[in-house]
């Protein structure tokens, strides 16, 4: 009997067991179909997210390469600029080419995979990069760099690794080791310094007004597009721009031989442009900083008079209160030595006017920069500059004191080769001159014009003049 | 003590009949399940691999556009799209420092840019590196459009994609579309002649 007892007690463990067996079972094959979708979601998921956090860090290295370009233009207005970048390396070794670095402030967002965005740019100015008016170019790299959600696990398609070129352990451009699997892509900029890009730029409306008006361009430094370094009409061009910041831009019916150009407006009577119509432009009219010298020579600014110019790297500076030439007066720049380029710098603090056949003489060798603190008021039927490059006169209209404003009025039939940057003066052409000419740019606040007046824009200016801003002219990402 | 016989429990065939046939539901509906559930996933996994194709496509794409200096739609032998940029590595694939000639900028000899080309072979997707072997990027594809907009100054690719639906033993499909709009950053626009 005892026997038996035991047979049954086994009979009911034996059943008890096949029970759990069979529960055992069914959890270990739904943990397999369950492992394997999650294991599969999981790759899924990371891949979305490397993706993502790929494309995310291009947004990084753009807001460092801005910070760059930022920090360049800066330069043009605020001597302080870079004074807070290193001048070294992560790894404290001097830059080469007098290059600066910024680790920018990490940007942080809230949301799901990464969240953080890390950029470090680095500005420089090679020696190769110096053109032809031996003006600097620079070089604005940026790596941004984001971070990998979970684990360090690589994704399984070559092909990603090939294009996204992730950091798990190291980087595989540096082969540094990395502190979290992380993303990074680099973009390198050249930035130009950039003149009188158009023959006339305006921040307020742009209103030619007259089918009299003739607007062309040429280029002084090419036999080819012009006579001795002068416009000559059978040379001219068609890249005489106008644009403006606002949007208006009455044409006026002129001939325009260029592009009209409005930020986001409309361009009306302008049937004879010859070039593009768009409504895409804005430049920022960079001021021109009051000039704080402290080495210069007081002039008077009226009565004939002779300024000589000095080397490039120390120009002849003259300051005067106004710059006044009237009756038959003339100024003439003369340069300071029988060879080679010579440069002179003026500080007007005051008005600059001309009447009758007063004028300005440029003698060759020499280059002239008028810093202008007051308004300007041209008439009669003096010539400026005649017979020479509108790069050797430039009138550089210093950024009035708030809410003060400036005007600068044309009247008459004078000649003026000049480049004129005024982006606070509001410009009027009068109406009643016949055959005003202007070789050169002009850049107002706004700009009104009357009479008949012909523009013709020297393409030069854009290599040569004084800088007013950096723009970006090769844009690309290192991604090998 | 004697133990009755009929206190041994067992099960009568019609028990077992009646179990097998619920047993054999209950598996049937598991298989049927499970082969819906590996249909949709391989299903899905097909998509997701043609959303990663899609995207790496797209990235290319995007960047190649990006750091062009030009860009021409269309060729010969396949080609859909062809981008040219400064050769900005030199022979050990180390960047090189850009260089100015008189006023013009370039990376390495500006005679000899580096070319990138996109070429469609049936429904995969290639990209070419100068003549190095063109290198596979992307399957299922349907149909691509690429077009330039406004002057060559931005592209516009559409790209549309097949990931396959296998259901008793025909193919399914249901296409996705991707369209992104990229602009030329380096276009400059050419020099009107008088």
Redesign the interface.
């Known amino acids: 009997?005892k026997r038996?007892l035991l047979l049954r007690q086994f009979h009911r463990n034996a059943c008890r067991g096949n029970s759990m067996l069979a529960v055992l079972g069914f959890i270990a094959v739904t943990s397999l179909?369950f492992g394997a979708?999650f294991t599969?979601s999981m790759n899924?998921y990371r891949?979305v997210s490397h993706?993502a956090t790929?494309?995310e860090s291009l947004r990084a290295a753009e807001a460092g390469s801005e910070v760059g370009m930022g920090e360049l233009r800066k330069t043009l207005i605020d001597p302080t600029a870079f004074s807070t970048w290193s001048t070294t390396a992560p790894d404290g070794t001097p830059l080469p080419n007098n290059g600066r670095r910024l680790v920018c402030p990490k940007l942080v967002h809230g949301g799901e995979g990464n969240t953080d965005l890390d950029a470090a740019v680095t500005v420089d100015a090679?020696p190769?990069?110096?053109?032809?008016?031996g003006r600097q170019?620079f070089?604005v790299k940026s790596v941004g760099t984001t971070y990998l959600p979970g684990a360090a696990r690589v994704t399984d398609?070559k092909?990603?690794h090939?294009?996204?070129h992730l950091s798990f352990r190291r980087n595989p451009k540096t082969q540094l080791a990395v502190s979290q699997p992380q993303a990074a892509r680099v973009v390198?900029l050249?930035a130009?310094p950039t003149s009188f890009e158009n023959a006339i730029v305006s921040d307020l409306p742009l209103l030619i007004n007259n089918y009299k008006v003739v607007i062309d361009s040429y280029d002084s430094r090419d036999p080819a597009k012009s006579t001795d370094g002068l416009y000559d009409p059978a040379?001219?061009?068609?890249?005489g721009d106008v644009a403006t910041n606002s949007q208006l831009i009455d044409a006026g019916n002129a001939t325009i031989n260029g592009d009209a150009y409005t930020n986001n407006g409309q361009i009306t009577n302008g049937a004879n442009i010859?070039?593009?119509q768009r409504d895409d432009f804005y430049m920022e009219l960079t001021p021109i900083p009051k000039p704080t010298w402290t080495s210069y020579t007081p002039v008077s600014g009226s009565g004939n008079m002779t300024l000589t110019g000095g080397p490039k790297g120390n120009p002849t500076r003259y300051k005067m209160n106004n710059m006044s030439i009237t009756g038959t007066e003339i100024l003439t720049f003369a340069p300071g030595s029988p060879t080679g380029e010579s440069y002179v710098e003026v500080w007007v603090t005051g008005d600059f006017k001309t009447a009758g056949s007063g004028s300005i003489v440029v003698q060759p060798r020499t280059n002239v920069e008028i810093f202008l603190e007051g308004n300007v008021d041209v008439k009669g039927n003096g010539s400026f500059n005649a017979n020479s490059q509108p790069g050797r006169l430039q009138i550089l209209c210093v950024q009035p004191p708030a809410n003060q404003a400036r005007t600068m009025n044309f009247g008459g039939n004078g000649v003026m080769v000049a480049a004129i940057y005024g982006p606070q003066y509001d410009v009027t052409f009068g109406a009643t001159g016949s055959a005003g000419t202007m070789w050169g740019s002009l850049t107002g606040r706004s700009i009104t014009m009357g009479g008949t007046t012909y523009i013709h824009y020297d393409e030069a200016l854009a290599?040569t003049g004084y800088i007013t801003d950096y723009k970006?002219?090769?844009?690309?990402?290192?991604?090998? | 003590m004697k133990i009755p016989l009929g206190s041994t429990r067992a099960v009568t065939i019609v028990e077992l009949m009646i179990a097998v046939t619920i047993g054999v539901i209950a598996l049937g509906a598991v298989y049927t399940g499970a082969m819906s559930m590996q249909r949709c996933f391989a299903a899905s996994q097909s998509f997701l691999d043609d959303s990663r194709d899609q995207s790496r496509l797209s990235d290319y794409l995007s960047m190649d556009v990006r750091r062009a200096d030009q860009v021409a739609v269309g060729g010969a032998d396949g080609v859909m799209l062809t981008a040219t940029m400064q050769d900005y590595y030199d022979g050990n694939g180390l960047p090189r420092t850009p260089t100015i000639t008189k006023y013009v900028h370039s990376y390495g000899d500006p005679a000899a840019p580096m070319v990138v080309k996109y070429i469609r072979t049936g429904q995969f997707i290639y990209r070419q590196e100068r003549n190095d072997p063109p290198v596979q990027i992307a399957a299922d594809v349907q149909n691509v459009q690429v077009n330039l907009l406004d002057g060559g100054r931005s592209v516009e690719t559409t790209v549309t994609f097949l990931p396959k639906f296998r259901r008793s033993g025909s193919v399914s499909s249901a296409s996705t579309t991707l369209r992104t709009t990229t602009m030329v950053r380096n276009y400059h626009r050419p020099t009107p002649t008088p």
């Not at chain 1, 040379?235 to 890249?239: E, G």
């Not at chain 1, 970006?472 to 090998?480: G, I, P, Q, T």
């Open positions: 009997m038996t179909l979708v599969r899924t891949q993706i790929w494309q090679p190769e990069l110096v053109d032809g008016s170019w070089r398609d092909r990603d090939d294009l996204r390198e050249i130009k040379k001219a061009l068609k890249n010859s070039g593009e290599d970006v002219r090769s844009w690309f990402e290192d991604n090998k």
